[in-house]
T-cell receptor
Framework: GIQVEQSPPDLILQEGANSTLRCNFSDSVNNLQWFHQNPWGQLINLFYIPSGTKQNGRLSATTVATERYSLLYISSSQTTDSGVYFCAVGFNRGSTLGRLYFGRGTQLTVWP | NAGVTQTPKFQVLKTGQSMTLQCAQDMNHNSMYWYRQDPGMGLRLIYYSASEGTTDKGEVPNGYNVSRLNKREFSLRLESAAPSQTSVYFC???????????FGPGTRLLVL
């Protein structure tokens, strides 16, 4: 079946540290997005990245579609980076076009 | 430009009551979505509308109905609420089905 697995489930960092979050998926994709859910529950889109590499400030993401995984890098972490990071994937199947399947997320806590 | 708005922000229902969650977007997007988020889970798609006039079931459609009222508005109706529908409901939109999704602030629903 369709699977989107994220690791690690929890991550605790000191401010200033770097981290890598991973997303594995079970089939070929036409859509992959990373989201940050802040402690107030708001979901913010970080990247739309079905393949390749993108960077936005201290955040960057890489998707290797042929090997079915994506990585989210956070450098010089800040307390405001705390929250849950979700990977969401859209698969190359006619019956699922337009749908996103979410992983369970990585809970990141950054301490000052 | 308000983005995606949802009403109400919070609602308490008794088992068997009905209600409609409202969602509107002002970004001229074609596709709209309803998700639910349960504790410790990622988001799961309830229904989506690829374009005005069309709706399709997602992963967890049972107990819900939707209406794409016009291009801007997409409502979710619970005809007979059950405690299992206690959740946080998010509406989202995108230009087209396979592009970046933008989320509303969510509706917290408690069914007693």
């Amino acid at each position: 079946g369709i699977q989107v697995e994220q690791s690690p489930p929890d991550l605790i960092l000191q401010e200033g540290a770097n981290s890598t979050l991973r997303c594995n998926f079970s089939d070929s994709v036409n859509n992959l997005q990373w989201f940050h859910q802040n402690p107030w529950g708001q979901l913010i889109n970080l990247f739309y990245i079905p393949s390749g590499t993108k960077q936005n400030g201290r955040l960057s993401a890489t998707t290797v579609a042929t090997e079915r995984y994506s990585l989210l890098y956070i450098s010089s972490s800040q307390t405001t980076d705390s929250g849950v990071y979700f990977c969401a994937v859209g698969f190359n199947r006619g019956s699922t076009l337009g749908r996103l399947y979410f992983g369970r997320g990585t809970q990141l806590t950054v301490w000052p | 430009n308000a983005g995606v708005t949802q009403t109400p922000k919070f609602q308490v229902l008794k088992t068997g009551q009905s209600m409609t969650l409202q969602c509107a977007q002002d970004m001229n997007h074609n596709s709209m979505y309803w998700y639910r988020q349960d504790p410790g889970m990622g988001l799961r798609l309830i229904y989506y509308s690829a374009s005005e006039g069309t709706t399709d079931k997602g992963e967890v459609p049972n107990g819900y109905n939707v209406s794409r009222l016009n291009k801007r508005e997409f409502s979710l109706r619970l005809e007979s609420a059950a405690p299992s529908q206690t959740s946080v409901y998010f509406c989202a939109s995108s230009v087209q089905g396979q592009e970046t999704q933008y989320f509303g602030p969510g509706t917290r629903l408690l069914v007693l």
